[in-house]
């Protein structure tokens, strides 16, 4: 008996969460891998972000990357890249049904590029924008998707992207999550844990 009623309880958790619509309000730090087609470049890293809901309808969302390359040859020498960015944005949402959101959300952004021994010249920093649109639906209790497309205007350049995201549901306050961004010159591919609050 006292089995089952453990069983029912973690089962029911997801189900409560659910039950108080798409959550705003969470941390969520990924280790990373980027996968790039135009430079031999790629990085892994961790990243962090915050989200908090305003209300009904609004949300502030913060997030911090930190990126690191393996050593890159060159035929100056050998050499790595070391990366910082970080988003600061503002964003709506709004409920087509109560399992699916439609999403919006603008704001600044900073990235910070550090190249190391024969790629010492690759140093540059730049603050810019960015802006993204998507879905998220609730497939099932214990379950969350989402897809995105992202516009970012940084470092001189500009990049679009589309992403799909996975959330699983452990509990009413813990989800495993990982999404895989694809772009025209580069890949990447996140996992890790995200706490609602």
């Known amino acids: 008996m006292r089995h089952a009623l453990i069983a029912a309880a973690l089962l029911a958790a997801p189900a409560a969460a659910l039950a108080e619509g798409i959550q705003y309000?969470?941390?969520?730090?990924?280790?990373?891998?980027?996968?790039?087609?135009?430079?031999?470049?790629n990085l892994q890293g961790a990243q962090l972000a915050v989200s908090h809901s305003l209300g009904e309808f609004l949300f502030l969302a913060a997030d911090?990357?930190?990126?690191?390359?393996?050593s890159v040859a060159t035929t100056a020498g050998n050499g790595r890249v070391e990366t910082l960015s970080g988003a600061f944005r503002i964003g709506a949402h709004h409920a087509i049904t109560p399992a699916l959101d439609v999403v919006a959300s603008a704001g600044a952004l900073y990235s910070e590029v550090q190249g190391k021994g024969a790629l010492s010249n690759a140093d540059d920093d730049?603050?810019?924008?960015?802006?993204a649109a998507g879905l998220r639906l609730a497939l099932m209790p214990k379950v969350e998707v989402g897809a995105f497309y992202t516009y970012q205007d940084v470092l001189e350049?500009?990049?679009?992207?589309?992403?799909?995201?996975?959330?699983?549901?452990v509990t009413s306050q813990f989800s495993a999550v990982g999404a895989a961004n694809n772009g025209r010159d580069r890949d990447a591919y996140s996992i890790g844990v995200r706490y609602h609050f």
């Open 126 to 131: 730049d603050i810019g924008y960015t802006a």
């Open 64 to 70: 911090a990357q930190y990126g690191r390359s393996e």
């Open 157 to 169: 350049g500009e990049q679009s992207f589309f992403s799909a995201e996975l959330q699983y549901h």
């Open 25 to 41: 309000n969470f941390v969520d730090a990924r280790y990373f891998s980027t996968d790039s087609d135009a430079l031999n470049v």
